[in-house]
Structure formats: C-alpha cells, structure tokens
C-alpha cells in the first residue's frame, strides 16, 4: 500500500510584548500611516529573554499548540509527543550554531529521543521542511513528523534602520503529520526553487565565519539583517504567483479554484499583486500581517493555526484546496498545494 502524509493540526506562538508602529516612530523617522500603507503591518511582537522567550522556547510552545489543535481536529489520531519519530526546524536565528533547536525542544515536550535536525532557507523554510517531512514519511522511514518554524528576527534587525526594522517580528509555527494511505494524503503537489542572491538584496552575515574571532572583537557589532527592499519586492512578486502555479500545475489543480492561500506574509501589497494574479478575491487570502509583521518562516503556520481557530478554514467534513506558499532570501521559493 502506498503512504501519503496527512496535516493534522498547526499551532503558533508568539512573544507577549507588542510594538506598534507609534512605538516605532519614538525609534526611528517613521510613521504610522507610512508603515500602514506600504506594508500592511500596525503591530509586531518582540521576544524577551528576561521571560525565558528565546527560539527554543518559542518553538516548544508552538510545539504544544499544535498538540491541542490535533486533539481538537483529529483526535482519533491520538498522537503525543512521545510518538513523534523526527523533529525538521526550519528557523535562521536558532539559539545555538549547534545543538539544533529541533535537539533543544525536546526535553520542553517531554520526549526523550528522536531524530531530529534544522534547515535553513529563510522565510521558505517552512515549506522546505514540509516537503521534506512529507518525503520521509512517504519513504516510510518515519510515520509521525513534528514540523517547527521559529525566527527571532528581531535580534538581528538594526533598530535604527528604518528601511528593514519596520516589516519584521517574532514567532514561532508548527504542523503535526503521520503517515495515512496515500488516498487519504494532503499533499497533492509541492515546487521549491533557489537561486544564488548575487546581488545581496536579503543577507545575514554569520561574521565568525569570515575571520577568526580575536579577544578585541568581542564588543564589536555584531551582523544585523541588510535587505534591498525593492529588489525583495520585485523578485517576491514574481516568486509568489510562480510558486502557487507550478505547485497546482503538479496537484492538477486550476489556480482560480483555489478556496484558499496561506502565503508568507511579507507585505499586504505582495499579496494583493498575487490575488489580481489568479483573479482570486483578496478574501480568499489568509492575512495576519497587520497584528505580527514578517515572521519569516514561521508566518504560514502561524497563520494557518489563526485561520483553523477563528472558524475561517473550517473542516465541515468538504476537503478544499489550499495552497502555501513562501518566498525569501537565498533567494529561495515554493508551495505546497494541499487538500484539507
Ligand atoms: O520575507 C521576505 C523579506 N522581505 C520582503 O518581502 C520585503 C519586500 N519589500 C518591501 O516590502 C518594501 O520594499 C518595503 C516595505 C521594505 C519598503 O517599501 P517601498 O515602497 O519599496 O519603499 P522604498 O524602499 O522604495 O522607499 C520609499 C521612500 C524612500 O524615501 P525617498 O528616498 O523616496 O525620499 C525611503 O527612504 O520611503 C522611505 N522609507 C520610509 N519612510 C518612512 C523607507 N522606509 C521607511 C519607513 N518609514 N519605515
């Protein structure tokens, strides 16, 4: 018999301390209005390690909403923590170089081993590490796959930049798969792509990398996020519509039957460009933008956690077509289409 794998539940979570964009304008030459109409965004969270918020801690606590929404979805399935045989992490701002974060979760949800690793392709790594779950668990190696998303943005955005600083914050996303038979799989066509960014249009210098760390070093700067906004914006409105079409093109599905798109949310204007794209009402469009900002890869899960929870994607018994899709710095793209 032939395995697919089945999304039982999302979950999300997000720091407690809010940043508006008022807050925002006591930092940097900004404005409200300005912020509200180019982007989409009014508000944003920000972690506080002096509350124990950190990727790690994030990424469990996401972890654990996913646990309850399964159990609130599809709790003929069951599955505990203690089930789980992989852990994939998506995240660019992992505690740690190594251990993993995917490691570091597990004693916070209780599990005592399993295998378990992160992957980095910046705001498309969520869907990255969906294709891979789905691919393990279709191989049949593994049959119940935790998929975590965490980025810590704001650790790395220069606060006095008001070009890059303004569109990110902080989260953290899950999904939960097993393996089911492969009539009952929800993953119907996935398309990733990256090409090299030659131009440094979206970057994060890992600085240790390039020179040796002297002791006179330490106090120094460290990297912060350095992003051509236009540039980023050019290629993501090509990159999104492109990601939605080659991954219906390989579900055999028509992009204007979509019920719904769960994109990254990078910028509301992106997504409008995207709807006008497919002739898809903007409605059919799940956007949070305006309550977290860009959460890099965590923004889809998260999303799609909200969009279960606030009755908008609604499992009436009818499966419908879903399609996330991603985008960001590698450059890197994708989608997944999925029935639900
Ligand atoms: O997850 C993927 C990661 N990133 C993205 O998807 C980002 C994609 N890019 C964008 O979303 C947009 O390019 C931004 C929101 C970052 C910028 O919006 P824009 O409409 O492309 O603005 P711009 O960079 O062309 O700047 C227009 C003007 C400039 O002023 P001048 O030179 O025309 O006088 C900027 O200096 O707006 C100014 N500006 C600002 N003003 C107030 C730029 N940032 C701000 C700001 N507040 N925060």
Not at 226 to 249: D, H, R, T, W
Not at 294 to 314: D, K
């Amino acid at each position: 018999m032939n395995i697919g794998s089945k999304i039982l539940a999302f979950g999300k979570a997000l720091p407690k301390k809010v940043v508006t964009n008022f807050d925002l304008e006591s930092l940097m030459d900004t404005s409200d209005d300005w912020i509200t109409q180019r982007t989409g965004i009014k508000e944003r969270r920000v972690a506080d390690e002096s509350i124990g918020e950190n990727s790690t801690t994030l990424a469990a606590a996401a972890a654990k909403s996913c646990f309850e929404q399964a159990k609130k979805l599809n709790p003929e399935f069951d599955i505990k923590p203690s089930d789980i045989d992989l852990i994939i992490c998506s995240t660019a701002t992992s505690d740690n170089l190594f251990p993993s974060t995917a490691c570091m979760v597990q004693p916070l949800l209780g599990i005592e081993s399993c295998a378990g690793f992160d992957i980095s392709a910046a705001c498309t790594g969520f869907i990255y590490a969906l294709n891979i779950a789905d691919t393990f668990i279709k191989s049949g190696q593994y049959k119940n796959v935790l998929v975590l998303s965490v980025d810590l943005m704001s650790r790395y955005v220069d606060w006095s930049d008001r070009r890059t600083a303004v569109i990110f914050g902080d989260g953290a996303g899950a999904v939960l798969l097993t393996a089911v038979p492969e009539a009952d799989a929800s993953f119907k066509g996935f398309y990733l792509n990256a090409k090299a960014d030659k131009d440094q249009a979206l970057y994060l210098k890992n600085t240790r990398s390039h020179y040796p760390v002297k002791a006179e070093d330490i106090d120094t700067k460290p990297e912060m996020v350095s992003m051509n906004g236009q540039a980023v914006y050019q290629f993501a409105v090509k990159a999104l519509p492109e990601s939605i079409e080659q991954a219906c093109a390989k579900a055999n599905v028509d992009p204007s039957t979509i019920d719904w798109v769960v994109p990254h949310q990078a910028n509301y204007r992106i997504l409008e460009s995207a709807a006008k794209r497919f002739n898809l009402p903007m409605e059919k469009f799940i956007c949070n933008i305006e309550k977290y900002g860009n959460t890099s890869s965590a923004s889809i899960p998260i999303a799609f956690h909200e969009a279960i929870e606030e009755g908008r994607i609604v499992k009436n018994g009818k499966k419908q077509t879903i399609a996330m899709a991603g985008f960001g710095a590698g450059m890197t793209w994708g989608a997944a289409v999925i029935e639900f």
